[in-house]
């Protein structure tokens, strides 16, 4: 029982995470409070979720391409292109609050970003490029996609309706929170209620004989790109309306890296096969965590990338069985001289 | 009589690796001016002699010397200052480079630290010209050439090396007739010089074409070395497999003749074939009839097989599978039409190593049905079950990951996959190697069975032992052609070995 407890995949990644949050309680004794003020629930916690939500999206896209042995380095340039669009749309529009024109945004936003998933996804599998090299191209274009639609500016909006999005909040909960788990619940009934799932694990561990035994293979690696594609356009709508204006340069900047990160700390190997989108929610909100402490504990900020290396470092040493293995061998041989006497009288 | 000294001698060559005995005390000559070739089926030692003569692999024990003199051989660097040579299977250049930069490649004439190209470009020129008789321009990238003649620039660049023997490692695998003899040719030029060549091939017209002296290994021991013109086609054959023909006990065959020429053909193959893979052949397979496939490692056994299930596209003829239409372009297209292929790479191309027992056996059955109609899990579960029992399947719990299986049982739940499909014609490469005997027969039977039920079998094996007691009726191929089909009657595995040997 306490075997299958350590064993479980989500076992090391909630034991980092409770590490992260218990450490700031000694910075931040009120750090668990939860408010409720006007109808709105505030606190740490809900502030980590809140601003995690674009990651834990971008991260959930990235778990399914991960797992067919690919990887998307093109979304954090997907984000910006995304926020891009609909910052766009709606400020030329004539009456911003407009829900006709925020909902018109929003669908050429995500449309295409879909349509960026699915060229991500015919580079792959139909020109045969390799997966880094084929998103790369977009991770570099895209950023100049973004300038060419704000034209270099940052483009302001001030839209209640599309703000809602990124600040409003439902039941007293941010409504980014329900945005992140629409797209999980999505992923969730479609890779484990559908064959899907069977298929992404199946042609990422073994390519050759997904083939062999008649499955479609491009049709599932395009598929997970565009659903990609989708995620990120989602969180690019986050982060846009939470602070009403589209970046094309720094939105979503090094997205790709901390998703892809997310992805490994929750346990899905970059080999591909088994994925766990638990397991990469986990890891965002690690990563959400992180930031958020570093923040808060005041390191200065020519060095906070240098923390973060490190704990992220520490994260990935303790989840690594390998590592784990050889720490406990080297335990279990340590050397007492002074009991050696002991031992071998005894025996 | 006196025969020559040797130039390269071997004497008692032993190699192990962990739990295997690659090479037991082998004795291996090569005389100058003499084409040698080294014989044996798969795992009979003969590229780990090659590696040990390369300088790849060091020996356990034993001696090596080369004109008499004892020399000991611990890297390739070594081996080529000895004045041995090799050309890989693979031609290991670089084809965006010119001719001249790969025959010269790491050691160009230089002079103050420049690379003097000039004097390269002709020095290449005068040694494919002089050694080669091979005029070409040197200064074009190699792609510009045919793999034939850069098999024959990755020989120059072997030359260039002052050698004294030159390794041919499967050399004509990728060639085809016209570019074989032009290799030929070159051989025998190099031959007259001098040169000891060692000719490795699975070709038999070919060995008996160049060759003076044959060695054969067998399960990394000697077996003996012959001239050529003294052994017949049989007798290597029968030497390489391990069965004296003299000494061959018939099984007897089960006791009513079936006749299928009257039942109805399931699958046909019409001039199907693939250049460089398998020339062009017919080949009908009836219902419910087992169809082995005999012949040498290379004679074409799996790229039959391959052309059969759509995974390698066939450039002539066609395929018909009975009332499911025409032509195999994928092999999902062949499942669809009810064929189903069990590779011979268990590994590489039948298990998916991260996923379970029970994922394994449904995969191919969930991929027909496609992503929205997902089985059940409870179906899923009585699946497994049900195929873990009925094969016999060990471990029981079908939510073990596969890759912790053994072989044959691997091999089991990659069965129960395609059995699953409820296929037409079932093609089996290999399906027993590896694994241990009760489970060979275990599938042995099955196959036996299944055909009973109507099933029919494209059945692949290197032991003719388990080809003549499983087949209704067996193709022969040799060289990658379609040699012959020998009726069930006539099964024996004397026939099949002649056939195989042919000549």
């Known amino acids: 029982m306490k075997n299958q407890l350590f064993k479980h995949h989500l076992f090391w990644p909630v034991t980092m995470l409770a590490a992260l949050l218990l450490f700031n309680l000694i910075y931040s004794p009120d750090f668990f409070k939860i408010v409720l003020r006007e109808g709105h629930l505030y606190g740490s916690l809900i502030d980590i979720l809140n601003f995690g939500a674009p990651l834990i999206l971008v991260a959930i896209g990235m778990t399914l391409v991960i797992a067919t042995k690919g990887i998307d380095l093109s979304v954090g340039s997907i984000v910006a292109i995304s926020g891009a669009v609909a910052c766009m749309m709606i400020s030329k529009g004539a009456d911003q609050s407009s829900l006709s024109l925020v909902l018109t945004a929003i669908a050429a936003a995500l449309g295409l970003s879909l349509v960026l998933g699915l060229w991500n996804g015919f580079l792959v599998t139909g020109a045969g490029i390799q997966p880094i090299i084929a998103t790369l191209i977009l991770m570099v274009a895209g950023r100049g996609i973004a300038q060419l639609v704000t034209s270099g500016q940052i483009i302001t909006v001030s839209s209640d309706t599309y703000e809602y999005i990124g600040t409003g909040s439902l039941a007293t909960l941010p409504f980014s929170i329900f945005v992140v788990a629409f797209m999980l619940i999505i992923a969730s009934l479609l890779t484990r209620r559908t064959a899907l799932g069977l298929f992404i694990e199946s042609v990422g561990s073994n390519p050759k004989a997904s083939l062999l035994s008649g499955v479609r293979s491009s049709v599932v690696i395009l598929a997970v790109y565009i659903f990609c594609g989708l995620c990120a356009g989602i969180a690019g709508l986050l982060l846009s309306s939470n602070v009403s204006s589209a970046d094309g340069n720094n939105a979503g900047l090094w997205y790709e890296l901390d998703a892809i990160l997310a992805v490994v700390i929750g346990g899905t190997s970059l080999n591909g096969g088994r994925f766990y989108l638990m397991g990469t929610v986990i890891g965002a909100l690690i990563i959400q965590t992180l930031t958020t402490t570093i923040y808060m504990i005041g390191v200065p900020p020519e060095i906070t990338l240098v923390v973060k290396a490190f704990v992220v470092l520490a994260v990935c040493l303790v989840q690594s069985e390998a590592f784990r293995q050889s720490l406990v061998r080297r335990w279990k041989t340590r050397h007492y001289p002074g009991e050696k006497e002991v031992v071998r009288r005894a025996s | ?503």
Request: net charge neutral; proline share 3%.
């Open chain 2, 1 to 503: 009589m006196s025969e020559p000294q040797a130039l390269l001698q071997m004497r008692g060559i032993h190699k192990v690796f962990p739990g295997v005995k690659a090479l037991t005390n082998v004795d291996f000559r090569l005389f100058p001016g003499e084409v040698h070739a080294l014989m044996g089926e798969n795992g009979a030692g003969k590229s780990t002699l090659i590696k040990v003569m390369t300088g790849v692999y060091s020996i356990d024990e034993g001696s090596v010397a080369m004109e008499g003199h004892p020399i000991s051989i611990h890297s390739p660097l070594e081996s080529q200052s000895a004045g041995i040579s090799t050309v890989y299977q693979e031609v290991n250049l670089c084809t965006n480079l010119t001719v001249a930069e790969n025959i010269f490649i790491g050691r160009e004439p230089r002079k103050f630290g420049r690379i003097r190209w000039k004097e390269m470009n002709q020095r290449a020129e005068a040694l494919l010209k002089e050694r080669l008789n091979l005029h070409i321009d040197v200064t074009q990238p190699l792609h510009f050439y045919s793999v034939a003649i850069q098999q024959l620039i990755a020989i120059a660049r072997a030359l260039n090396i002052s050698a004294k023997v030159l390794i041919l490692d499967e050399p004509t695998s990728s060639l085809d007739r016209n570019e074989v003899g032009q290799l030929f040719r070159i051989i025998r030029k190099l031959k007259s010089e001098g040169l000891a060549i060692l000719f490795v091939t699975h070709f038999l017209d070919q060995v008996y074409e160049i060759s003076d002296r044959i060695t054969i290994l067998r399960n990394g021991e000697l077996i003996g070395e012959y001239m050529a013109k003294d052994l017949s086609r049989i007798d290597l054959v029968s030497k390489m497999i391990g069965k004296e023909l003299n000494l061959l006990e018939e099984l007897p065959k089960s006791a009513e003749s079936k006749k299928f020429a009257n039942q109805e053909v399931m699958v046909e193959a019409s001039g199907l074939g693939r250049k460089g893979s398998i020339e062009p052949f017919n080949l009908k397979i009836h219902k419910g009839e087992v169809v082995g496939l005999a012949g040498l490692l290379g004679s074409g056994r799996t790229e039959t097989a391959r052309l059969f299930f759509g995974a390698d596209k066939a450039d002539q003829g066609g395929l018909t599978v009975h009332g499911a239409g025409q032509g195999v372009h994928s092999p999902r297209e062949a499942i669809d039409r009810g064929i189903a292929f069990c590779s011979e790479n268990r590994k590489t191309e039948g298990i998916i190593d991260d996923l379970t027992i029970r994922e394994n056996i449904i995969l191919a059955l969930q991929a027909t049905r496609g992503w929205f109609n997902r089985i059940p899990r409870k179906k899923q579960d009585e699946i497994a079950d049900e195929y873990i029992k009925a094969l016999n399947i060990n471990p029981k719990n079908p939510e073990h990951l596969i890759k912790n299986l053994s072989g044959g049982n691997q091999q089991k739940v990659l069965l129960a996959r395609w059995l699953l499909t409820n296929p037409k014609l079932l093609i089996l490469d290999e399906p027993t190697r590896g694994i241990d005997v009760g489970a060979k027969a275990e599938i042995q039977k099955l196959v036996l069975n299944l055909s009973q039920q109507g099933m029919s079998f494209l059945f692949i094996s290197s032991e003719l032992e388990e080809v003549a007691r499983v087949s209704d009726r067996i193709a022969v191929l040799r060289d990658r052609r379609k040699v012959k089909e020998i009726q069930e009657e006539e099964i024996s595995q004397q026939e099949i070995m002649q056939a195989i040997a042919g000549g």
